[in-house]
């Protein structure tokens, strides 16, 4: 179980910086995974940008700015890889806002915040095509977008958190303790 100590955090750039690494290490997983992929609707879809605002949303104390900056960045990611402004910059910082409202209320533990993770991942998968559907962006089928899409990219995402919960827990840890 993570110590939580909550202490005004004031290291806000730290967050951003790490933020923007997510947002570019997204494109670059999916591109790699594009590559070793042999199935034809394509590799799971890697959400690191949302899972570090989820780590920031749980394991930083009460700042509203980590909001803020979800609109900012899902911004930037709607404009660098969808082109469609507006999907991701509504979606992720409603998503943070709901984490930060459960935070006072769940266990700032690795299975806790899985499972938080899971839920959003997929909350962000058909809130996504939800709004596509609605712009007429997108004609794929909900079964198609369960079986081809939404299972590969869970399966890549607990991956991705198995590996990265652990380094990037304890920097948000270390770095409100100081």
Known sequence: MTVMNDKPFTRHWVSAVALFLALLFDGTVTQILAIWSKSPAGPGVPQILLMMLIFVAIFVPDDNWIVWMA??????????????????????????????????????????????????????????????????????????LVTQHLAPSLTVNIILFIILYFPCTRLLVKLTQR
């Open 71 to 144: 609109l900012v960045f899902g911004v930037l990611m709607d404009m660098y890889y969808t082109g469609i402004i507006g999907v991701n910059a509504l979606i992720l910082p409603l998503l943070t806002y709901l984490v930060r409202q459960l935070r006072p209320y769940v266990a700032h533990t690795s299975v806790v915040t899985w499972a938080i993770f899971i839920i959003a991942v997929a909350v962000q998968m058909f809130g996504e095509y939800a709004l596509l559907h609605f712009m007429g962006q997108t004609d794929v089928s909900l079964k198609l």
